[in-house]
C-alpha cells in the first residue's frame, strides 16, 4: 500500500466539501442552462441517477484468479448533482458479510474532452482516490475505462450502466489484465430506486 500523498489528502478534503454542499441541493431540475446546447446535454447524463437508491450487490471474491465464487449483499445509494449538472457525488453503504463501509463515488465533465471523470473514495482508505475512469453514453449504455493496479499489476477498468429506466438501473464493473482484449465482470450493482 502507498503512502497517502499531500495531494490525496487535499483531494479528499475537498471531495468532502462537495459532499456536504452537495447535500443541500439535491434537485436534478437546478439546471441552468449555457449558451453550448451541446455541453447543456451533458449536464443531464446523470440527472436519472438523482435521489436514493437500494442497491444488490453480486461480487466476485477474488478477481483476476480463475475464481468463480461470488458473494451477495445489499447496500444503498445516494446522489446529488454539482457544478450546475456537470459534477455528482455519490454517498454509498455497502454491507458485505465481514462488515459494512461507506463510499463516495464523484463525476465531473470534462468540456474539452466531452467525458466523464469517475472517482472512488472509500471510507477503509479514506487518504486515497482510485484512479478515474472515463468516458460517456452512447445508446442508453455509460461506458468508462481507466488505467489501474491489481495486487501490482497492470490493469485495465471498465464501469458500464444500462437498463437504465426511472426506478431501476445495472452498474457493472470488469477488470482486463491484457489492456481490453478480454474482459473479467467481477462485479454487478442492480439499483432500484428507493421511495
Known amino acids: 500500500m502507498t503512502e497517502p500523498?499531500?495531494?490525496?489528502?487535499?483531494?479528499?478534503?475537498?471531495?468532502?466539501?462537495?459532499?456536504?454542499?452537495?447535500?443541500?441541493?439535491?434537485?436534478?431540475e437546478a439546471i441552468t442552462p449555457s449558451s453550448d446546447p451541446t455541453l447543456d446535454a451533458h449536464r443531464r447524463d446523470f440527472a436519472w441517477l438523482v435521489g436514493r437508491w437500494?442497491?444488490?450487490?453480486?461480487?466476485?471474491?477474488?478477481r483476476l484468479a480463475s475464481n468463480h465464487e461470488w458473494e451477495d449483499f445489499t447496500g444503498t445509494s445516494e446522489l446529488w448533482l454539482t457544478m450546475n449538472g456537470?459534477?455528482?457525488?455519490?454517498?454509498?453503504?455497502?454491507?458485505l458479510p465481514s462488515g459494512q463501509y461507506r463510499a463516495m463515488g464523484v463525476r465531473a465533465f470534462n468540456p474539452q474532452t466531452r467525458q466523464w471523470l469517475i472517482w472512488w473514495v472509500d471510507s477503509r482508505n479514506p487518504t486515497t482516490l482510485d484512479p478515474p475512469?472515463?468516458?460517456?453514453?452512447?445508446?442508453?449504455?455509460?461506458?468508462?475505462?481507466?488505467?489501474?493496479?491489481?495486487?501490482?499489476?497492470?490493469?485495465?477498468?471498465?464501469?458500464?450502466w444500462?437498463?437504465?429506466?426511472?426506478?431501476?438501473?445495472?452498474?457493472d464493473q470488469?477488470?482486463?489484465?491484457?489492456?481490453?482484449v478480454t474482459w473479467e465482470t467481477n462485479w454487478i450493482m442492480h439499483f432500484t430506486r428507493a421511495s
Request: no cysteine; glycine share 12%; aromatic share 6%.
Open 162 to 171: 444500462y437498463d437504465i429506466t426511472a426506478n431501476s438501473a445495472t452498474w
Open 86 to 95: 456537470l459534477g455528482t457525488v455519490d454517498d454509498n453503504v455497502l454491507n
Open 133 to 160: 475512469v472515463a468516458g460517456g453514453f452512447e445508446n442508453g449504455v455509460g461506458t468508462f475505462i481507466g488505467p489501474d493496479t491489481l495486487r501490482g499489476q497492470p490493469v485495465t477498468v471498465r464501469y458500464r
Open 174 to 180: 470488469a477488470f482486463s489484465p491484457d489492456n481490453g
Open 5 to 28: 500523498t499531500r495531494r490525496d489528502a487535499l483531494m479528499v478534503a475537498a471531495l468532502g466539501a462537495l459532499g456536504a454542499a452537495a447535500a443541500l441541493a439535491p434537485n436534478a
Open 54 to 62: 437500494n442497491v444488490q450487490h453480486h461480487r466476485l471474491k477474488v
